[in-house]
């Protein structure tokens, strides 16, 4: 493991409170698994958003093997199609093209609307929704991954493409931070506070 962020943001903003808890696990070049994201973003109690991906570190156009040894033959893609089969989900699809390159094609991205939707007759909440389905799915993602990362002799990186590789994580956490800390931490706190935040954050990765 090179770092881990966690986070957990409840702010009051005009519009209501927005709970926001993150967790990023980024690799070394000891590996090349993938890295792991999971961030879920609530701004009501019958709506979020669910980003969560095993995010490629090799190109997947050019390397195959990648994709089949990942995301084909773990069969990520299932948990996926899981959830967009329920009515109440629907793509999320992020304002930034940069951002969405940074995804696999198995990458969960979606919008949770439970508003006047019913499950079983009742009225559905995001937390029932958690606890009924999306937690089963959060878990066996996050199963397949750490099955992946666990086998380092199956995952081992080749001297020759370690600094190909750490170019591109550092480009993952580079766009990461432009268009998502950089942009949004101001708007839920001063840019002062924002500001310390991010360099204390910088710190400890680009120090790795």
């Known amino acids: 493991v090179r770092y881990i962020l966690a986070s957990w943001l409840h702010c009051e903003l005009p519009f209501g409170l927005l709970d926001s808890t993150t967790l990023i696990c980024m690799l070394n070049t000891n590996t090349y698994a993938p890295h792991f994201l999971f961030e879920i973003i609530q701004n009501s109690p019958t709506s979020a958003v669910l980003l969560m991906d095993l995010l490629p570190r090799r190109d997947l156009v050019l390397h195959p093997d990648y994709l089949k040894q990942f995301y084909e033959d773990t069969q990520l893609d299932l ?57 089963k799915v959060v878990k066996e993602i996050m199963s397949i991954w750490f099955e992946q990362y666990a086998s380092p002799q199956e995952t081992k990186m080749d001297e020759n493409e370690k600094d190909g590789i ?36 910088e710190k400890e990765v680009y120090v790795q």
């Open 79 to 135: 948990q996926r199609q899981k959830l967009e089969k329920l009515e109440l989900v629907q793509p999320y699809i992020s304002p930034f093209l940069s951002i969405r390159t940074l995804f696999s094609p198995s990458a969960i991205l979606t919008n949770l609307n439970c508003e006047g939707q019913l499950v079983d007759g009742k009225t559905c909440s995001v937390e029932e929704l958690i606890d009924q389905t999306l937690g």
């Open 166 to 201: 750490l170019l591109r994580d550092n480009m993952i956490w580079n766009i990461g931070v432009d268009k998502d800390m950089r942009l949004n931490l101001p708007r839920l706190f001063n840019s002062d506070i924002a500001n310390r935040v991010l360099a204390a954050i």
